[in-house]
């Protein structure tokens, strides 16, 4: 059960802080910059051969975009791929890796693109490499149709960004942009550096639960040794533990977000319980 949770697609269609934050951010950009098109890619695109006098258009390149429809993809991928990636890693982790993998497009542009840059196609690219090593076998319905496991659809895009690249392919597309994005996610994700677990967890061991206050073994044990200095167990404690197990497993599957009052309700319980022994 435990290790079926990863391979399901985790959609849940509720929208994580920082995804929110991002989709309202580049749609607030995209209209602002009908202004004046002209001035505002001039002055916040990244540009190679300008990136000493304006080294802001490294950060700021990711929420110009060239047209509506370049807008709506990338935006449609950030809403369906970005709140599974936030409810598993937390917002810090999230944001952090976005603008980590954006700027690994800017590195990949700097050396190889000599004309300027817009758009997050490089951060969701970089989201899209980490929603298929979270989720490999999750099916991504193309077109609303065919499915496709997660793995399957990144592994290609990312063939075609390299050969598009390596090919010289041009047509407006920013290839070495996307690979910036994924290379950069890749060697985040398999690198110490990369959100997997937290600190706490990390130091108790707890690689397959994420987010376990209390560890079942721990509780257990200790459990045990109450339990040979009193000649009583407390009532319920094994039934709270099992408890616990399913509501860990729902964080697994669907994110802290997805509990209810009483769920979150009963981990501080079992918090305070811990902390109490």
Not at 128 to 141: D, H, K
């Amino acid at each position: 059960m435990r290790h079926a949770v990863y391979h399901q697609a985790p959609w849940n269609f509720t929208l994580t802080p920082w995804v929110k934050r991002l989709l309202v951010a580049n749609l607030v950009v995209f209209v602002v910059t009908m202004m004046d098109r002209e001035l505002f890619f001039r002055w916040f695109a990244f540009a190679p051969s300008e990136i000493l006098t304006r080294p802001w258009g490294a950060f700021t390149y990711m929420f110009l975009h060239g047209d509506f429809w370049h807008l709506f993809i990338n935006m449609l991928v950030l809403f369906f791929f970005g709140p599974p990636l936030e409810s598993r890693w937390g917002s810090r982790e999230f944001v952090k890796y976005y603008f980590l993998c954006g700027l690994g497009g800017v590195v990949l542009s700097f050396l190889f693109v000599p004309h300027w840059i817009v758009g997050a196609s490089a951060a969701i690219y970089g989201l899209m490499l980490a929603f298929a090593l979270n989720w490999p076998n999750a099916p991504i319905y193309i077109w609303g149709i065919f499915p496709v496991k997660a793995k399957w659809l990144v592994g290609f895009l990312f063939a075609v960004s390299l050969l598009s690249a390596l090919g010289g392919a041009g047509g407006g597309i920013a290839h070495f942009a996307h690979l910036g994005g994924i290379v950069t996610g890749f060697l985040y994700l398999r690198s110490d550096w990369r959100p997997s677990l937290p600190q706490k967890a990390r130091r108790e061991g707890s690689a397959g639960r994420r987010l376990a206050i209390v560890p079942r073994e721990k509780s257990r044990e200790a459990a045990r040794s109450k339990e040979s200095r009193t000649p009583e167990r407390p009532a319920g404690e094994e039934s709270l533990l099992d408890e616990v197990d399913r509501i860990l497993d729902k964080i697994s599957a669907t994110g802290i977000s997805s509990l209810t009052p009483e769920e979150r309700e009963t981990l501080d319980e079992v918090s305070r319980r811990h902390r109490s022994n």
